[in-house]
């Protein structure tokens, strides 16, 4: 049979139609958009409500840092551990028990469960006020979105801004000079440090591109016509500020993860990307937040609302050496090989760091110097709880999850790849539990201490 050669115009329209037919949202019977307005504005204090209640049932959300420690630019660190136990147990009891026996009893902590987006039904890009406020008096760039805002309290999230540090010029210290590095400030604190390709790069992380919730059309969550977001709305000043959404690429909406921004710092020492997504190069990963995940996996969406097409070559080449070369803080207690210096650190610190290398097997995934193996691993939670949906999320199983980097964590709460863990006790708890550890109160204390050092 004699082959048939198709234009390539036919292979581009078979494809947008395919994206149209199998994206999840519908683009073809659209709202108008003063009636879009105001039925979600009508629901916005519901389901605010309907978060705010499961983050006070699930956690401690007051403000009480760590005595003596701060994050790089002063900001206190949480204290000890925010999530609720079951009536009537304790930790120490809970760890007792296989994870036959608390599934069976339903005891569980709620927090330990998957958070749900703020409104995990609507999903989509939400911004802290503070990052808000901040672009809008530089940038006149407004984030707000007019049917939900964030749900977390300022003091359990990232320091802002943070401060930036260079592998390229350590001697440095904090390149920011304490500000928000934005498209309007950028050339002047960079010009003198950066090469032409790297500041070219960082030109791009700073501009403004459409995004499913931010842009021109009447299916935006903005009041007025948007320019889009900037990869540093979340990654902020390169690393994080709690910037939250849910993943693109999974189906039904349901089994979609809360996405925990995570820091920047030391991607050039990483070697995946995405929390669960495994994919092999920055240079991927740029690109695919662009194409796909702006756009929550929505092909149809990116091309109604404007994606931005990155040229491989130089545009998210320039991206992504900018950002391979931003370094994590210093740790002035760390010596050359990622371990304590006896003659700085304190006897709790270097009790915890034998636990950390020793019985509470940390160091099996997250291996010093950067305390990464740069692999994947399952860590079947859903073995202690039965699976339950909450808030539009349902509790299953996760599957493999990235080893994300020690290095500066006390600057990155809150924890795990969807911000369940609030404080690096919770945490410390959490892997407790998962791991079968049975570790001593004590042991949980130096390992906490230890992880601030890091």
């Not at 005891?107 to 999903?123: D, K």
Request: glycine share 6%; aromatic share 10%.
């Amino acid at each position: 049979m004699k082959n048939s050669i198709r234009h390539p115009l036919f292979y581009i329209v078979i494809s947008f139609i395919t994206s149209l037919l199998f994206s999840n949202t519908s683009i073809a019977a659209e709202e108008d958009f003063n009636s879009l307005v105001k039925r979600l504005q009508a629901d916005k204090p519901k389901f605010a409500k309907r978060q705010q209640n499961l983050l006070n049932e699930r956690y401690d959300l007051a403000d009480r840092i760590v005595q003596g420690v701060t994050m790089s630019r002063g900001k206190g660190v949480q204290a000890g551990v925010r999530v609720k136990l079951p009536a009537g147990t304790s930790w120490e009891k809970l760890a007792s028990l296989s994870p036959e026996e608390i599934k069976n009893k339903n005891l569980w902590p709620a927090g330990f469960l998957p958070l749900p987006h703020p409104h995990h039904e609507a999903g989509g890009m939400i911004f802290p006020r503070f990052l808000i406020d901040e672009t809008k008096k530089q940038t006149d760039r407004d984030l707000t979105r007019f049917d939900l805002d964030f749900d977390l309290p300022n003091h359990l999230l990232p320091e802002f801004p943070a401060p930036i540090y260079l592998t390229t010029r350590p001697d440095l210290g904090d390149v920011s000079q304490g500000q928000l590095v934005t498209l309007t400030n950028f050339y002047d604190l960079f010009k003198d440090i950066l090469n032409p390709k790297q500041l070219e790069g960082l030109r791009l992380l700073v501009t403004p591109f459409p995004q499913q919730q931010f842009n021109a059309t009447g299916d935006r969550r903005s009041l007025k016509p948007h320019q889009g977001v900037a990869c540093f709305d979340c990654h902020a000043n390169g690393h994080t500020n709690a910037s939250t959404h849910t993943v693109g690429d999974i189906r039904p909406n349901e089994h979609r993860h809360r996405i925990d921004t995570p820091t920047l710092r030391g991607l050039n020492i990483q070697r995946l990307f995405g929390s669960q997504r495994a994919l092999k190069t920055v240079e991927d990963f740029t690109e695919f937040e662009q194409r796909a995940a702006y756009f929550d996996g929505a092909p149809a969406d990116a091309t109604l609302k404007g994606t931005n097409i990155l040229e491989r070559g130089s545009q998210v080449h320039f991206m992504s050496e900018f950002q391979s070369i931003l370094d994590f803080p210093p740790a002035p207690k760390l010596n050359i090989y990622g371990k304590l210096d006896a003659t700085k650190a304190s006897g709790s610190e270097l009790r915890g760091q034998d636990v950390f290398f020793g019985k509470g097997q940390c160091a099996s995934c997250h291996i010093p110097p950067y305390y990464t193996d740069n692999l994947m691993h399952n860590l079947k939670v859903e073995r202690f709880f039965k699976e339950v949906t909450i808030n539009g999320r349902k509790a299953s199983a996760d599957g493999p999850i990235k080893t994300f980097p020690l290095r500066g964590i006390k600057d990155s709460p809150p924890y795990l790849h969807d911000d369940r863990l609030l404080t690096l006790a919770d945490t410390v708890e959490f892997f407790n539990l998962v791991l079968e550890l049975k570790l001593e109160k004590q042991e949980k204390d130096d390992l906490v201490a230890f992880l601030l050092t890091l």
